[in-house]
């Protein structure tokens, strides 16, 4: 069964500082989508970026990136400049191929901002 | 497009009580989503909606939690009867292709049973 975890429950980053958010997940599926949500205490959920498993190339989304490890099950997602608006639960997610549908969400990083 | 939107944003039940929430997604998303949130369990994906059939429901608690989209543009959740550990955040997810693109999400309905 497919799993995503997120091993650290809480990050602190200074404004404008870059910090780095982890995600693992695991799979025996080849093509597979993973996602990266924002959910800021308004707790409406925000899509932040995407990647498709056979693009090798990183996403980056302006001042997100993320940093895909395909062979190791590894989808980090890196915010450069660091805002106090980023500061939210950032949820990593697993999208399986169709037809058998599932869509996994990790357990969420908690992500705080230091002015 | 004014995204997906839920209503009603809070409610409060007395348990027993019949609970309904609503949802109308953006227009054009062929697939529908509803989510529970607890700090306990996360995210859950309770049911799935494509072309406004139901495809997978393997995630809907027992009998008491019911689903319909009789149309592309609205989508309600019902629990009957409604019990305190039905207490949560739940929202509603809209998406193109099955959610290869990813969920656009409404703002949620936190749902208290007292």
């Known amino acids: 069964a497919q799993t995503v975890t ?3 429950p809480e990050m602190s980053v200074q404004e404008a500082e870059t910090v780095t958010l982890s995600c693992t997940y695991d799979t025996s599926e080849s093509d597979y989508y993973l996602f990266w949500y924002k959910q800021p205490p308004s707790r409406q959920m925000i899509l932040v970026i995407r990647q498709e498993a056979y693009k090798q190339q990183n996403a ?3 001042r997100f990136s993320v940093n895909f490890q395909k062979a190791a ?3 980090s997602l890196k915010i450069s400049d660091s805002q106090l608006g980023d500061a939210a639960m950032y949820f990593c997610a697993y999208r399986s191929p169709l037809p058998a549908y599932k869509y996994i969400f990790g357990t969420g990083t908690r992500l705080k901002v230091l002015a | 497009d004014a995204g997906v939107i839920q209503s009603p944003r809070h409610e409060v039940t007395e348990m027993g009580q019949e609970v309904t929430l609503r ?3 953006i227009s054009g998303h062929n697939s529908l989503f509803w989510y529970r949130q607890t700090m306990m369990r996360g ?3 309770l049911i799935y909606f494509n072309n406004n059939v139901p495809i997978d429901d393997s995630g809907m608690p027992e009998d008491r939690f019911s689903a319909k989209m009789p149309n592309a543009s609205f989508s309600t959740l ?3 009867p409604s019990e305190p550990r039905d207490s949560a955040v739940y929202f509603c997810a809209s998406s193109r292709d099955s959610g290869s693109y990813g969920y656009t ?5 936190r749902l208290t049973v007292v």
Not at chain 2, 105 to 109: A, D, K, L, M, V
Request: glycine residues 8%.
């Open chain 1, 6 to 8: 997120q091993s650290q």
């Open chain 1, 60 to 62: 980056t989304e302006n």
């Open chain 1, 73 to 75: 099950k590894s989808f």
């Open chain 2, 23 to 25: 949802c109308k997604p």
């Open chain 2, 43 to 45: 995210l859950e994906l």
């Open chain 2, 78 to 80: 019902k629990i009957q």
């Open chain 2, 105 to 109: 999400f409404g703002s949620g309905t």
